[in-house]
């Protein structure tokens, strides 16, 4: 059991959450100055909400502190970061982080940067369609173990890529090519403005 206590109210109107969220992330020169730093974030009474900016900045400090004793490059420590995040997820395959905040700024388009992302990754695609199909995963829906084999077919090639991924059944002769049908997730069809 921690010698650290957090209240798990959920109507918590205490600022230590804001407070927490709104410090600077420290640069500490020292194990020491690390070490009393993630003490000064730990100690006091916790809520639900500041045990994660606790956790965060904690995590964020530890690695400044570490790609100071390192000498890493700005690159270094922004690959460090996502590797924190695909240990910590247990992400197996590539991933990206995309700002909803380029939305605000016409010269970017997220879905131009996404479909960018999914054509690099074409062949891990592909390929990882095909190692489901030959690890013998079928207790997948026939649905899935179809869209899977479609992805296997691509063989990385992200225009086809795309069409599967829109619903299309690239392989299929032109004038017989329709959407796929593709079960939608009851939650998206609640949010979904009556017609």
């Known amino acids: 059991m921690s010698e650290h206590d957090w209240d798990p109210d959920f109507e918590d109107k205490s600022d230590r959450e804001k407070i927490l969220r709104e410090t600077d992330t420290p640069w ?3 194990l ?10 730990i100690n006091g009474t916790h809520t639900y909400g500041s045990v994660v900016e606790a956790m965060g900045l904690a995590a964020a400090a530890t690695l400044n502190y570490m790609g100071s004793e390192l000498g ?6 922004s690959c460090a970061d996502l590797v924190t995040i695909r240990r910590q997820r247990g992400l197996k395959g590539p991933f990206t982080l995309m700002k909803l905040e380029d939305l605000m700024y016409p010269q970017y388009n997220l879905h131009d940067k996404l479909d960018e992302f999914i054509g690099e990754c074409g062949e891990w695609i592909s390929d990882e369609a095909k190692r489901r199909l030959e690890k013998d995963e079928h207790c997948a829906h026939e649905k899935v173990i179809a869209h899977w084999q479609k992805l296997a077919k691509c063989e990385g090639n992200f225009p086809l890529i795309s069409k599967v991924l829109r619903g299309f059944d690239p392989f299929r002769e032109e004038e017989e090519a329709e959407p796929c049908e593709v079960e939608s997730d009851p939650a998206e069809k609640a949010n979904e403005p009556d017609r």
Do not use: D, H, K
Request: charged share 10%; hydrophobic share 40%.
């Open 28 to 30: 500490p020169r020292t």
């Open 72 to 77: 890493v490059t700005g690159f270094q420590a």
């Open 32 to 41: 020491a100055e690390l070490n009393n730093f993630i003490s000064s974030v």
